[in-house]
């Protein structure tokens, strides 16, 4: 059996060529150029919704076929699915081809679940932390490089759009190699649970946490009615026989998830504001494309496309790491629906203003600032909810919320983008961005002051409960 330090330097290594693809940073380029000839409108409205569409369509048999077959071979599929992309990239041509291609890679992307999954099933609860990291960070050092070769390659004249597509072929196929030694893991964590021994597995979270409860008049009502409110959801060994077993345990891990509110209400930001943010970063190329002076040159050497990528990776990535430094509790009642709600305002005022702009510069500017604050405000997200959860439902959780956001996108893209729906122009539909997040800011702003006022009211109370039975004592004594 391989060592764990082994197996996650070769999963990173996946991770990192998956994702070292820099032709990506110019896909409209590459598809409305001479390669593909086809038009703006053609990639915007029929081409690119395929990928929302096909993503929905993916995820969840991607999850829960996963676990069933223990990681490995959907990792091999993973890596299969992005050497078809690249294959019909390269060699295909129309637009039936291009949605195909769409397709594949809805495919390609609904399997990355296995990539950040995998290393949980092969390596001891010790290293999770480390893993965790280990994964992200190959993946980030992936685009990062690959944006930063593509914008290199492009800007000396090394390489057309095509060259590129063939080293980014290249690359899939390095990654679907190494998918080929990986070992498969012999739990996973519904269809092949880990048995673990009852003498040796410490007592729940939850009854720890309560049975630690701060103690003293009013205060000690107040904290444990929190402490119910907020305790950790435990997770159950749970034997699943057959499709209606499955059914009711996900219709279960579900209710019993969400019962939690702070679990709730960071879970409805992930979803509302992922969906923006898949939407934004679908369609920036094709903005960024109606609004560069030089669109008709074939090199295209003036496009910074890969650049502001990966300025845009590099940033999010040093302001995500600035949080985890920052002194803030964010359990602390409105504080995190304030965040959302003045994130949600940021985005909204900087979408409106890349729909209006005529200036490329300041959609780049602009575009890595939208990302950066996704990213800032998802890792809060991501910690809070884990905070309130067992670990073996983490995956569970951040794949509902993903399919909740890609069901809101669909949504979004049949109605705004979709060549059958209003079929609007790219500006336009920034516009549509805008004030979709907008109306999130509106909602979460109610939220906050809803949930100030109550915090306030309530500590009120039972603040005079406490002062009445003091008097009460001294009256006695």
Same mark, same amino acid.
């Given at each position: ?6 197996? $996650?330097?070769? =999963? ?6 998956? *994702? ?13 150029? /001479? ?8 990639? !915007? ?6 990928? $929302? ?7 969840? %048999? ?17 890596? =299969? ?51 965790? &990291?280990?994964?992200?960070?190959? &993946? ?10 593509? +914008?290199?390659?492009?800007?000396? !004249?090394?390489?057309?759009?095509? @060259? ?18 990986? /070992? ?17 597995? /410490? ?10 409860? *701060? ?23 749970? &034997? ?42 679908? #369609? ?7 609004? $560069? %002076? #030089?669109?008709? *040159? ?28 920052? %002194? ?55 910690? +809070? ?6 670990? @073996? ?24 983008? !979709?060549?059958?729906?209003? *079929?609007? !122009?790219? +500006? ?10 907008? =109306? ?12 100030? =006022? ?18 009460? @004592?001294?009256? +006695?004594?």
């Amino acid at each position: 059996m391989l060592s764990w330090k082994l197996v $996650t330097l070769i =999963v990173c290594s996946f991770g990192f060529f998956k *994702d070292l693809r820099p032709s990506e940073a110019y896909l409209t380029a590459y598809l409305t150029g /001479p390669w593909k000839n086809l038009t703006e409108t053609e990639v !915007d409205n029929e081409i690119y919704p395929w990928w $929302t569409y096909s993503y929905l369509l993916w995820l969840l %048999p991607m999850f829960l076929l996963t676990d069933y077959f223990r990681y490995k071979p959907i990792l091999i599929l993973d890596g =299969v699915a992005y050497i078809v992309t690249w294959a019909l990239l390269l060699w295909a041509q129309g637009v039936p081809a291009m949605k195909g291609m769409q397709v594949t890679y809805g495919l390609a992307t609904a399997c990355e679940i296995g990539y950040y999954s995998y290393l949980y099933a092969v390596v001891t609860k010790d290293h999770f932390q480390k893993v965790a &990291s280990f994964t992200k960070a190959a &993946s980030l050092l992936g685009k990062f490089v690959a944006y930063l070769c593509g +914008q290199l390659l492009v800007s000396f !004249d090394v390489m057309d759009f095509f @060259q590129l597509n063939i080293f980014s072929f290249v690359s899939v196929i390095i990654a679907f190699i190494i998918t080929i030694i990986l /070992p498969r893991a012999k739990h996973s964590e519904l269809f092949n649970p880990r048995i673990e021994n009852s003498a040796t597995t /410490p007592k729940s979270e939850s009854v720890h946490e309560e049975s630690n409860a *701060d103690t003293g008049g009013g205060e000690k009502t107040a904290k444990s009615e929190s402490t119910k409110e907020e305790k950790v959801v435990d997770t159950n060994n749970v &034997s699943i026989s057959g499709p209606r077993s499955l059914i009711m345990f996900l219709f279960d891990e579900v209710k019993t998830i969400y019962a939690n509110k702070s679990v709730l209400i960071w879970s409805v930001w992930w979803a509302f504001a992922s969906c923006g943010n898949f939407q934004v970063g679908n #369609y920036i190329q094709n903005l960024w494309h109606i609004l $560069t %002076p #030089y669109k008709n *040159d074939r090199k295209q050497r003036h496009l910074y496309n890969g650049a502001v990528e990966a300025a845009g990776t590099l940033f999010s990535s040093g302001t995500v790491l600035l949080v985890g430094f920052l %002194p803030i509790d964010w359990s602390v009642r409105g504080r995190c629906e304030v965040l959302m709600a003045a994130v949600c305002g940021l985005n909204a005022a900087m979408l409106i203003i890349m729909g209006k702009t005529t200036s490329i510069w300041v959609c780049y500017v602009l575009y890595d600032v939208f990302r950066a604050t996704y990213q800032i405000v998802i890792t809060i997200a991501t910690a +809070q909810i884990a905070e309130h959860l067992s670990r @073996q439902r983490y995956g569970f959780v951040f794949g509902c919320n993903t399919f909740l956001a890609l069901l809101i996108e669909t949504i979004l893209t049949a109605i705004v983008v !979709d060549e059958s729906g209003l *079929d609007v !122009d790219i +500006q336009t539909q920034f516009m549509v961005y805008g004030g979709y997040f907008a =109306v999130m800011t509106g909602a979460f702003l109610t939220v906050a002051i809803v949930t100030i =006022v109550r915090s306030r009211t309530t500590h009120r109370r039972f603040y005079n409960i406490g002062s009445n039975e003091a008097n009460l @004592q001294t009256t +006695q004594t």
